[in-house]
């Protein structure tokens, strides 16, 4: 008996498939962690220097071209030691997730008023705890509820019926034979 033709290339694809969607969710979220966790590492390094406004300046992308391509090459360079791969798939997916990550992190900078706050409070304590703040939120905007389906409803949403009493445990109920 021959096989179908058509067999392999749908194994294939089902393969294919199962494990793109199983590549997008844990490991996105630990090299999007990874990512994070080096960019912050290298900015809490240059606040610690004394380069604050050069912190800012980066984020706010207003820092000079070498400053930034120095900062960018720190946090590659510390991104492919944590990740552990080599070569052109390392250099492929530091490509893609670095600067997803940046964007992330400079739309919540935006949004929380991360950089009036640094301009307004220059001590590098301050500047280092709001690093802190703006990583937590950065991390709540790329990963929103870390797998645990819950939503957001709207005001107006009917809340779900309220499930009956529950009955004490030493109760019995009595069946009827009809």
């Known amino acids: ?45 240059e606040v610690q220097k004394g380069n604050v406004q050069l912190v800012a300046d980066f984020l706010a992308d207003k820092a000079l071209p070498a400053a930034k391509a120095l900062l960018l090459e720190r946090m590659t360079a510390r991104l492919l030691v944590r990740i552990g791969l080599r070569g052109a798939l390392a250099s492929n997916v530091v490509g893609w997730i670095l600067p997803f990550v940046l964007e992330r992190l400079v739309k919540v900078g935006v949004s929380t008023g991360f950089f009036e706050k640094v301009r307004t409070h220059t001590t590098v304590a301050d500047t280092l705890r709001r690093l802190d703040e703006l990583r937590r939120a950065a991390w709540k905007t790329m990963v929103p509820d870390a797998g645990s389906g819950a939503e957001v409803l709207p005001d107006d949403h009917q809340l779900p019926a309220q499930l009956p009493p529950v009955r004490p445990q030493g109760e019995r109920q009595e069946w009827s034979q009809q």
């Open 1 to 45: 008996m021959k096989k179908p033709l058509f067999l392999p290339p749908l194994f294939t694809a089902a393969r294919t498939a199962g494990l793109a969607a199983w590549q997008t969710g844990r490991l996105f979220q630990q090299l999007a962690k990874k990512a994070l966790d080096s960019i912050q590492d290298v900015l809490r390094a």
